[in-house]
């Protein structure tokens, strides 16, 4: 199942063009600021850009293949005309043009349908059989920037001067539209430098280990992503005046595959260096609660568990993960916990679909530390 390339009988429903693969297409050097692709040096190695680890869909967990650099930009461009691309540029445009609310989240919704069908990259990491931060035994050092037009309202007025500006940039590595369509949103991947201990990190990972030293590697990574993807969302923002997602700090590196004939890859670029000062490694101190576990209702329980135990997570996603993994301590169905969690945060761009994955997701594991309400009731253990 992963191999250095997609074959067009693979199972997953995607592919590269195999003549693609292992080649860079190289041309006349392009003028800088044209936004066309950045042939290599002549003294750079291709051989030196990392693999890039693409899931089959957002909802797959599972099937995941391996490409080149080189197959990922031939993919990207051919899916310009991709017919889930096309539609979902479609329903974007008459969702933004709708003025009726019920029929505009209809179209959201439609297009969370669609959008979450596509295949997923996971550009920071590599994720062994499993998509979650467990099973991690690889981080790339590439770092992704989500540019979105609900925090950039003038954003398909600027878009091409903006993508000059950025193509400009020595450390955009990579820069494409996403699936909304050209000025509705943008990704920026930038490299930036491993150093010594995310490097021995990585070599770590690799190893069998237990389950509170993976733990402890696996948070030095993600302490090292959070400050490195703060530091270059700070610097592009304000080079170049934007809002950057911060929510797309996750250390995974999640982002859709998507279409864009146009996209800009340099190969070149510059890394980013990053001055990191690893955080103390908190104590963490819970909640102490004198109520029985035997009268408390689900819904208090829930509370107290939101309360402790979603401080530092990195979006709903997370959150709603964190509360299952806890939550099934306690006997708590899915459907309590999935009526508790859209009550808290469910919207368009969170719905009962997803949330209900991140539940069962959290189902499948066993937390480091157990919230106990009651310490001499047995069935609260």
């Not at 909304?180 to 021995?200: A, D, F, P, W």
């Amino acid at each position: 199942m992963k191999t250095n390339g997609f074959k067009q009988d693979d199972a997953l429903g995607f592919c590269a063009n195999p003549k693609y693969e292992n080649k860079m297409v190289l041309g006349h050097t392009p003028i800088i600021g044209s936004g066309a692709i950045v042939p290599p040096s002549s003294n750079f190695e291709l051989s030196e850009l990392p693999m890039i680890q693409i899931w089959a869909s957002a909802s797959d967990v599972v099937n995941n293949n391996y490409v080149s650099i080189e197959s990922l930009v031939q993919m990207i461009k051919e899916r310009e005309l991709d017919s889930q691309i096309i539609s979902l540029r479609q329903l974007n445009i008459k969702a933004i043009e709708c003025k009726d609310k019920e029929l505009k989240g209809e179209l959201m919704k439609e297009y969370k349908t669609i959008k979450n069908k596509l295949p997923l990259i996971t550009f920071s990491s590599y994720l062994k059989d499993y998509r979650d931060e467990n099973h991690l035994y690889h981080y790339t050092g590439l770092i992704v920037l989500d540019v979105d037009l609900k925090e950039n309202p003038t954003l398909p007025l600027r878009i091409k001067t903006l993508k000059r500006n950025i193509s400009d940039c020595p450390n955009t590595f990579l820069m494409f539209d996403s699936p909304r369509g050209e000025g509705y949103g943008l990704k920026i991947v930038v490299r930036i430098s491993l150093n010594s201990e995310i490097i021995l990190c990585n070599k770590e990972l690799k190893k069998e280990l237990d389950n509170s030293k993976r733990k402890e590697l696996i948070n030095t990574i993600k302490d090292f992503h959070y400050q490195a993807h703060q530091r270059i969302r700070e610097y592009y923002s304000n080079k170049f005046d934007l809002e950057i997602d911060k929510g797309a700090k996750n250390f995974q590196g999640v982002c859709f595959l998507s279409g864009d004939i146009k996209l800009l890859i340099n190969p070149n670029s510059s890394f980013f260096n990053i001055v990191w000062a690893k955080r103390k490694k908190e104590v963490i101190i819970y909640n102490s609660y004198d109520f029985n576990y035997s009268t408390t209702s689900n819904t208090e329980i829930l509370e107290g568990i939101l309360k402790d135990f979603t401080k530092n997570c990195g979006g709903r996603n997370d959150a709603t993960f964190a509360i299952a993994m806890q939550s099934k301590h306690y006997n708590i169905s899915e459907n309590e916990i999935l009526s508790f969690v859209m009550n808290k945060w469910g919207d368009n761009d969170f719905d009962q679909k997803e949330a209900l994955r991140a539940i069962r997701n959290g189902f499948k594991y066993n937390p480091y530390f157990q919230y106990s309400f009651n310490a001499n009731n047995n069935k609260n253990r």
